[in-house]
């Protein structure tokens, strides 16, 4: 039994990966498609399947289409027993539509691999948000300090425990005292700019 | 160095996951968010944005959001389980009126207004002549099927003998897509809520030839829909969240806050398109409005029963519920005895009834209310009709 999948991920890296575990599998051809009208990509490939990444704002459309069955397309694990499966789904944030009534035992690998490259991917993700997030954190403290030292003729200790007491006085964070200190710094450059 | 990201401040009140879409009525629950509102009455509220309806309405069912501003046809949908499994939602207030536009293709529009000064004749019967003249069927996108973007649609249409299916193709579009799909041909117009028109406008793509108010004058358009299942928890925190967005929809609807929103809305985090596209939508942010949201006046938080039965009328109408106790379900969804006790303490005034004749003003009224009467804006509808929401209209 081979079933057709439109796979709509814009994650090109990710949407391969999983393009090629189905096929491999030999019980899914994969057809991908994006883009506003997804009604035709539906109709052309005339999926038993749709598998959509949940950060694309196109499952409203998807939701609209009566290509396939005469019925509107079936949302995840409506209508079975099992939320435990779609609420696994729902936080990897990946969803599929269910357009001709597969058999829930065959949909049930097909959407496991989905979520599983979609967690991995999502885990790269998270980790990479952050590390740029701690490293621009970093550069403005730098940038913060080196105002301080050159303004207020500080050493750079001594310009580390101002903006430190600073946060401590108003009880905010200090990455948001240093983010706050260098954009009033940079206005008031702009500002006294001809 | 580590303590730049270990400084986090500990948090505290009842857990609140509020999803909202990137549209200007967002404003309440971002500006209560923002003004510490939520906090203040003990809510620890976290505002999700999504991407899509259908993401609002699963994380809403399967317990990833406990709240939403929703429009309130999908609530009615994900309460009767039409689009996934259903899970129950109550909803304490009302958000938004008005806002939405329909926005057509640049040349269709302007052979609209011209059609329409020439002959005299409303701007949907003006679109009838244009289609009559035209080889194609019109498509225009809606932004999902549960909308009340469709509903209002569907009714101005109507007004015109046009009908979506026969007349006019209605297909889903995000609106974040529909410039892109307006000049590709895809479609040739769209109804969508702020700010999706004027910035479709501001691209050169389309003009904007009615808003909600030229269907409904005051239409409702975004609720605040709060899982059945939490309400019931956190009773306390529930009346907090209605106070902390009526807080913030007085802020909103005063006309000097206008910049001050659009701005706080225009972040990226946020809507993250240009404030000017966001401010001509909000009260006070255009000298000559034609679309504008009211947030506050004319007892706009107020959730009618009789806009609850509206909605679903116009569902039935074209056929998206089947046959469902309308009454018990609007008295079950709508919970106007839910806002009464939230804002009591607060000391603003009550309309004295949970339902009003929707369409029979005209001209501006007086609301029977407690303390003091409430200023009404118009409500008619475009073909003039007035829809009474007795419990005699309503079918079994």
């Not at chain 2, 999706?196 to 003009?207: H, P, S």
């Not at chain 2, 009003?356 to 200023?375: D, M, T």
């Given at each position: 039994m081979s079933l057709t999948i439109l796979l709509i991920d814009t994650e090109e890296n990710r949407a391969r990966a999983l393009e090629e575990k189905l096929s491999q599998s030999g019980f899914a051809r994969v057809v991908r498609a994006e883009?506003?009208?997804?009604?035709?990509?539906?109709?052309?490939?005339?999926?038993?399947?749709?598998?959509?990444?949940?950060?694309?704002?196109?499952?409203?459309?998807?939701?609209?289409?009566?290509?396939?069955?005469?019925?509107?397309?079936?949302?995840?694990?409506?209508?079975?027993?099992?939320?435990?499966?779609?609420?696994?789904?729902?936080?990897?944030?990946?969803?599929?539509?269910?357009?001709?009534?597969?058999?829930?035992q065959d949909v049930r690998p097909i959407m496991a691999s989905a979520i599983a490259l979609f967690k991995r991917y999502h885990h790269v993700e998270t980790e990479l948000a952050a590390a740029k997030a701690l490293l621009n954190e970093r550069r403005l403290l730098e940038r913060a300090k080196a105002i301080l030292m050159k303004n207020r003729k500080m050493t750079e200790p001594e310009a580390y425990r101002w903006l430190q007491k600073k946060a401590m006085n108003e009880s905010r964070k200090l990455a948001q005292v240093v983010a706050d200190f260098v954009a009033d710094d940079e206005n008031q450059q702009r500002e006294s700019k001809p | 160095m580590s303590e730049v990201i270990a400084l986090k401040s500990p948090r505290s009140g009842t857990r609140l996951r509020i999803g909202f879409l990137r549209l200007t009525d967002s404003a309440p629950a971002i500006v209560a968010q923002e003004f510490g509102y939520f906090a203040e009455e003990g809510v620890d509220a976290e505002l999700v944005e999504e991407p899509s309806w259908a993401n609002i309405a699963d994380k809403l069912a399967y317990g990833f959001l406990d709240a939403a501003v929703i429009v309130p046809p999908l609530a009615f949908a994900i309460e009767l389980g039409l689009r996934g499994i259903s899970q129950k939602l109550v909803i304490p207030c009302n958000l938004?009126?008005?806002?939405?536009?329909?926005?057509?293709?640049?040349?269709?529009?302007?052979?609209?207004?011209?059609t329409a000064a020439k002959k005299k004749i409303s701007a949907p019967h003006a679109l009838a002549a244009c289609l009559a003249a035209r080889d194609r069927p019109l498509s225009l996108g809606i932004v999902h099927a549960y909308s009340t973007?469709?509903?209002?649609?569907?009714?101005?249409?109507?007004?015109?003998?046009?009908?979506?299916?026969?007349?006019?193709?209605?297909?889903?579009?995000?609106?974040?897509?529909?410039?892109?799909?307006?000049?590709?041909?895809?479609?040739?117009?769209?109804?969508?809520?702020?700010?999706?028109?004027?910035?479709?406008?501001?691209?050169?793509?389309?003009?904007?030839?009615?808003?909600?108010?030229?269907?409904?004058?005051?239409?409702?358009?975004?609720?605040?829909?709060?899982?059945?299942?939490?309400?019931?928890?956190n009773p306390a925190a529930l009346k907090g969240a209605v106070r902390a967005l009526v807080r913030a929809a007085q802020f909103c609807d005063a006309p000097e806050n206008a910049s001050y929103t659009g701005a706080l809305l225009s972040r990226q985090k946020y809507l993250g398109v240009d404030s000017h596209a966001i401010l001509s939508s909000l009260p006070g942010g255009a000298i000559a409005p034609h679309n504008q949201s009211r947030f506050w006046r004319g007892a706009a938080m107020f959730p009618w029963r009789s806009h609850a039965l509206w909605f679903l009328d116009q569902m039935a109408r074209w056929d998206l519920i089947g046959a469902v106790d309308r009454e018990g379900l609007a008295a079950r969804v709508y919970r106007c005895d839910l806002y009464r006790a939230s804002v009591v303490s607060l000391g603003v005034s009550l309309p004295k009834t949970d339902s009003?004749?929707?369409?029979?003003?005209?001209?501006?009224?007086?609301?029977?209310?407690?303390?003091?009467?409430?200023?009404m804006d118009p409500d008619r509808f475009c073909d003039g009709v007035v829809f009474e929401a007795t419990p005699a209209q309503v079918t079994f």
């Open positions: 883009g506003p009208d997804l009604a035709a990509a539906v109709e052309r490939a005339k999926p038993d399947l749709v598998i959509i990444d949940m950060a694309l704002p196109d499952r409203d459309a998807l939701e609209d289409i009566r290509a396939v069955s005469a019925a509107s397309p079936v949302v995840m694990f409506a209508g079975t027993d099992d939320p435990a499966f779609a609420q696994e789904a729902i936080a990897a944030g990946v969803c599929s539509y269910n357009l001709s009534g597969v058999a829930l | 938004s009126l008005g806002g939405n536009t329909v926005t057509l293709a640049r040349d269709l529009a302007l052979q609209v207004r011209e973007h469709n509903l209002l649609l569907r009714y101005w249409l109507a007004t015109a003998g046009l009908e979506a299916g026969r007349d006019v193709r209605l297909s889903v579009v995000p609106p974040a897509r529909a410039v892109e799909a307006l000049q590709s041909g895809q479609i040739s117009g769209f109804c969508a809520g702020a700010p999706w028109g004027e910035i479709a406008a501001r691209a050169g793509a389309g003009i904007n030839i009615a808003s909600s108010d030229d269907v409904w004058r005051g239409a409702p358009e975004k609720a605040f829909a709060v899982r059945n299942s939490w309400a019931e928890e009003k004749s929707e369409g029979a003003h005209a001209a501006r009224w007086e609301l029977e209310a407690s303390p003091n009467s409430i200023a």
